[in-house]
């Protein structure tokens, strides 16, 4: 077992730093279920193969053609006349023995003519080149069982992606600039009695210059607060005042000259660190004043459950805070005082983890659930990270196709810039609704393209009027769509892959926050956008 896990780590080592063991676990447990194994389709597949998805179904009721090995790595000249979903997986699972893949030689509408709810066991269900019928209806059953849906693209020169999910929660977001939580303007007890444990004046030059710079910070920040009637100091000169004092403490030798000290240039260098106000997150406060916070039921998610408990630990023993972080950044100093002071900040934190378990019994308790329904480490990573939440509230493909809930205010700001990502996306609607009226797409034959142009520009209009969007599209779009000929370019569909696939890691490992709710790559500028729809 021991050599099973070692060999593991070394296999996943890079994205095991990303995403932790606990990131790992979640891929390996996760079913993810592709419908059509197109070019975009097997790219995104290889993409969450690799890393380790547990198990994926291939849904796709199509017969493997020479135009399909043309764009596709994972079918061969021997696939030809074979069943594409069946051809696809041997191919996949090639890649990573620790993966289980399996294949349903149905297209997807016939599955949800016979059998809808087929498609509620899967941890996340990634649909490629789906007609608008097949997909609004696949979106429907898959949002009343709360099943993510990532709808993917290729068109052209064209990829689009569409997240479509009723509540996705994020523990760990990892933000870019997360800021250290080091509560030098609230400092707990604990942290007072060790801060006044060191005493700058009587220290020799060693000790001196091997003083954490938190400690420095606090020392000065305490005489400041004496001598500015407790204010600490909050614009930019009462903080260049302050950097000031904090250079004034640097010893000098016999000469008068200031010694080299870099913990204290590193104090100087973090002030605005240290002064960073201790509160609540705007975006954290939205969370605790929703209702399924505020509402807890036997049916409640553990991750609202946890963030009750939080909220309950603020109004008692957080004092108004919420749980101490428990780590600090790295720092010059010595290994005895750097540990010392993070074990300062590290029992706090459990400290907090230990009431705020207790707050999670209580819930527990009163909503009928045994106390071991959540762990302890999961309560840890949940303090640790209570500042980053997030929660991803997508719009349904119902509510984005509807005449009465379609977003027009977003499509038409976005239009005020007539060459917008968001022209693609009105295309992509438009070249829809061509195939619903005549069952294929625009320029598919080189002889038809000049017919198509027109026949393309009467569907976009009658979109621009059914929706009453008052926008304006060149026609050199429509021309393009119609050169297009729904072709599914391998490059196009390779960027697609590592996108769609990203995001789909972000969805079952609950870290990271995905794009919400549509995403458009436009390859001919190689630009991108994001909207919500």
């Known amino acids: 077992m021991a050599a099973t896990k070692a060999s593991k780590e070394q296999k996943y080592d890079r994205q095991l730093r990303l995403w932790g063991d606990h990131g790992q676990e979640a891929l390996e447990?996760?079913?993810?279920?592709?419908?059509?194994?197109?070019?975009?389709?097997?790219?995104?597949?290889?993409?969450?193969?690799?890393?380790?998805?547990?198990?994926?179904?291939?849904?796709?009721?199509?017969?493997v053609s020479g135009e399909d090995?043309?764009?596709?790595?994972?079918?061969?000249?021997?696939?030809i006349g074979k069943n594409r979903a069946q051809a696809a997986t041997e191919l996949l699972q090639e890649l990573n023995s620790d993966v289980s893949g399996n294949f349903v030689e149905e297209s997807p509408d016939k599955l949800l003519d016979n059998d809808p709810e087929f498609f509620h066991r899967f941890t996340l269900v990634i649909g490629i080149q789906l007609p608008e019928s097949t997909c609004l209806r696949l979106g429907s059953v898959l949002w009343s069982a709360c099943v993510p849906f990532l709808v993917c693209r290729t068109y052209g020169l064209i990829g689009y992606m569409r997240l479509a999910v009723k509540e996705h929660t994020v523990i760990e977001s990892h933000p870019d600039n997360a800021l250290e939580d080091l509560r030098l303007d609230q400092p707990f007890s604990e942290l007072k009695n060790h801060i006044q444990s060191y005493d700058l004046d009587s220290m020799d030059k060693k000790d001196h210059s091997h003083t954490p710079w938190i400690i420095i910070v606090a020392k000065y920040l305490e005489k400041w607060l004496s001598e500015h009637n407790c204010q600490a100091p909050k614009n930019y000169k009462e903080k260049e005042a302050f950097r000031q004092l904090i250079r004034q403490g640097i010893l000098k030798n016999d000469n008068g000259v200031p010694?080299?000290?870099?913990?204290?240039?590193?104090?100087?260098?973090?002030?605005?660190?240290?002064?960073?106000?201790?509160?609540?997150?705007?975006?954290v406060e939205d969370l605790f004043n929703s209702e399924q916070c505020n509402n807890i039921t036997s049916q409640t998610p553990s991750f609202w459950v946890m963030l009750r408990a939080v909220k309950e630990f603020i109004h008692n023993e957080g004092n108004g805070n919420l749980p101490v972080r428990g780590t600090i950044p790295d720092m010059i100093a010595d290994s005895k005082r750097f540990i010392s002071l993070q074990n300062v900040y590290r029992d706090k934190a459990m400290q907090d983890v230990a009431a705020v378990f207790k707050h999670v019994e209580c819930l527990l308790q009163s909503i009928g659930k045994p106390p071991e329904s959540i762990s302890e480490k999961d309560i840890k990573l949940f303090c640790k990270n209570v500042s980053f939440l997030r929660v991803v509230h997508c719009r349904s493909l119902a509510e984005e196709y509807s005449v009465d809930s379609v977003n027009k205010d977003e499509i038409t700001s976005c239009m005020d810039s007539p060459d917008s990502e968001m022209v693609l996306y009105l295309m992509l609607r438009s070249v829809d609704r061509f195939y619903q009226q005549h069952s294929r797409y625009p320029g598919v034959y080189n002889y038809q393209v000049e017919e198509d142009i027109s026949k393309l520009k009467l569907c976009v209009n009658s979109l621009l009027q059914e929706y009453s969007l008052n926008v304006n599209i060149k026609d050199d779009y429509i021309h393009e769509f119609c050169r297009y000929g729904a072709a599914e370019l391998h490059t196009v569909a390779?960027?697609?892959?590592?996108?769609?696939?990203?995001?789909?890691?972000?969805?079952?490992?609950?870290?990271?926050v995905p794009f919400n709710n549509t995403f458009i790559y436009n390859a001919m500028s190689q630009t991108s956008a994001t909207f919500q729809l």
């Open 494 to 512: 390779a960027f697609l892959g590592g996108s769609a696939a990203q995001e789909a890691i972000k969805i079952i490992s609950h870290q990271f």
């Open 259 to 283: 010694e080299d000290e870099e913990n204290f240039e590193e104090a100087v260098k973090n002030v605005n660190t240290a002064l960073n106000s201790t509160k609540i997150p705007p975006a």
């Open 29 to 63: 447990n996760a079913h993810v279920c592709l419908v059509n194994a197109t070019a975009s389709g097997t790219e995104i597949l290889k993409n969450l193969v690799l890393p380790g998805v547990g198990t994926f179904t291939i849904v796709d009721g199509h017969t």
């Open 69 to 79: 090995v043309g764009n596709n790595f994972f079918l061969s000249n021997n696939s």
